[in-house]
């Protein structure tokens, strides 16, 4: 079977409503829960579930289309078991599993869906490339429910889709940090100049011994190269062992001349 139940005006809506998901303020829990919901519609209201994983690799649950899915989707992750798992690990869909028959390959995973009344699964990696970011279960409830070869290819577009979407967001996140850390160091480097330039005129040497002294004080008294100089740059007198001047060093000779 070939053929696709999705139309594709249905489906051009979704991937627009998804897109636009990924613009100004962006929310992960709403666009996940986007996602989970427009797969289901897209699938006739077959029951989604939506995993990511942690910084640790971990799958963790993140959102469903219904409070059945939600409790079967924690009972795989508590579990270490189920098709999410797999999709996860092997970065392929896991298509047509039918769970009266796959206690072998999920023995606590299979009979507990089943139990709440699923009859088959399919899981779909979350993934660009190489990297795998989570997987989304679509349960069925019907008896032979399967997904047509071209529904399994739009579902998994729709999952790469939206894991495009959330590796951009998490690199654009990264970058403001890592700007924010830049712009951070390049404020500290201005107030270390002035710092340098503040001592050097206290202490009437130069600016390189200036730092010198600065970066001998902070090690000295365990303080931060930063801090030290903000204090110095708004209240040199905090810092009188810094910042008093000192008469130029005189070697004491003894009688005979020597030093």
């Keep these: 079977m070939t053929t696709t139940t999705v139309s594709a005006q249905r489906l051009a809506r979704v991937f627009v409503e998804i897109a636009d998901t990924l613009v100004d303020e962006f929310d992960l829990i709403e666009f996940l829960q986007l996602l989970a919901g427009r797969t289901a519609d897209l699938l006739d209201a077959s029951p989604v579930g939506l995993l990511l994983a942690d910084q640790h690799g971990r799958l963790e649950f993140m959102a469903a289309s219904d409070e059945n899915v939600k409790l079967l989707e924690l009972f795989q992750v508590q579990n270490h078991e189920g098709p999410c798992l797999d999709a996860f690990r092997t970065g392929t869909p896991v298509v047509n599993a039918d769970l009266r028959q796959a206690a072998d390959r999920w023995p606590l995973f299979a009979p507990q869906a089943v139990r709440a009344g699923f009859r088959s699964v399919h899981a779909f990696p979350l993934r660009l490339r190489a990297e795998r970011i989570g997987a989304m279960n679509v349960f069925s409830t019907q008896v032979g429910g399967r997904l047509a070869d071209t529904d399994v290819e739009i579902v998994q577009a729709l999952a790469d889709v939206a894991s495009i979407g959330l590796l951009q967001e998490r690199a654009i996140s990264r970058g403001e940090r890592l700007s924010e850390q830049?712009?951070?160091?390049?404020?500290?480097?201005?107030?270390?100049?002035?710092?340098?330039?503040?001592?050097?005129?206290?202490?009437?040497?130069?600016?390189?011994?200036?730092?010198?002294?600065?970066?001998?004080?902070?090690?000295?008294?365990?303080?931060?190269?930063?801090?030290?100089?903000?204090?110095?740059?708004?209240?040199?007198?905090?810092?009188?062992?810094?910042?008093?001047?000192?008469?130029?060093?005189?070697?004491?000779?003894?009688?005979?001349?020597?030093?």
């Design 182 to 259: 830049l712009q951070g160091a390049l404020n500290s480097r201005i107030v270390i100049e002035q710092a340098k330039g503040a001592i050097a005129q206290a202490r009437g040497v130069s600016v390189d011994e200036a730092f010198t002294l600065i970066r001998d004080y902070c090690r000295s008294n365990n303080l931060r190269l930063g801090e030290v100089s903000r204090i110095i740059t708004t209240d040199l007198g905090r810092l009188p062992g810094l910042g008093t001047r000192t008469a130029p060093h005189v070697r004491h000779r003894g009688p005979d001349g020597a030093a």
